[in-house]
């Protein structure tokens, strides 16, 4: 490929990218701050290394006081493990969120 084809090519690459930034709707931010929160309630409690090693139970996270938005997830019983990148998604997620956590205004 000669050098005039590789700039014409990576010329509309970032035209074709602009457009699809441009043209893609408006996400809320996630919900940084629910997560951050979420991880200080894991280490106040003393279970962060464990939590961000093995998951967290449904039932321990019922534990420390987090309940189900509209009933368990279909599938889902106390003893469901939630894996850490999950549940930090989960806190990220704001009013979308699987679960309420009580830390999260």
Partial sequence: MSTR????????V???GASVVVAAPAQAA???ACMRAGIATLKAVG?????AKDGITVGTAVSVGVTARNGLPEGFTLDT???YSTLL???????SSAFV?????
């Fill in 14 to 16: 970032a035209a074709a």
């Fill in 47 to 51: 279970l962060h290394s464990a939590v």
């Fill in 30 to 32: 996630p919900d940084t």
């Fill in 5 to 12: 084809t590789r700039i014409a090519a990576a010329t509309f």
């Fill in 81 to 83: 493990v939630i894996p």
């Fill in 89 to 95: 998604a989960d806190h990220r997620a704001g009013d």
């Fill in 101 to 105: 956590y009580p830390w999260c205004g």
